[in-house]
């Protein structure tokens, strides 16, 4: 039975991986062995950052308002609690955008959070 061999796939797949790795330096981008490595890596690169965004993103909007809350005399975590009981249902994204936007309306919400707070 003669030997097979399948050349056209395999050429293809080659291919396909050098074509990925189109920019990386040196034999990242030549050898295909180098290049797989260097995809995969980068592939598992990608999956775990696009969590980590999440996370990161959560981090500075609450850096934002706590430093826009304590100009106003009043810690993140009590704010956050006031605008509860307030029933002021805003996310993290949205109030950290007003307390870099529009301070007026921020020391609108603290005022709503602070009146929450002292019933």
């Known amino acids: 039975m003669p030997r097979v061999t399948n050349p056209v ?9 050098r074509a990925l790795s189109k920019g990386y330096f040196g034999a990242r981008s030549k050898l295909y062995k180098t290049a797989k ?8 690169y990608a999956y775990r ?7 990161d993103f959560r ?15 009043l810690k993140y975590s009590r704010f956050m609690n006031g605008l509860r009981a307030a029933g002021v249902e805003l996310n993290r994204k949205a109030l950290a955008d007003v307390a870099v936007r529009d301070p007026d309306a ?5 005022a709503v959070a602070k009146d929450s707070l002292a019933e």
């Open 106 to 110: 921020f020391g609108d919400l603290i």
């Open 37 to 44: 490595n260097a995809i995969e890596r980068g592939w598992a």
């Open 9 to 17: 796939a395999r050429h293809k797949r080659k291919k396909k991986v």
């Open 59 to 73: 981090r500075l909007w609450i850096t934002r308002i706590n430093a826009a809350a304590r100009q106003h005399d």
């Open 49 to 55: 950052d696009r969590r980590r965004r999440k996370r």
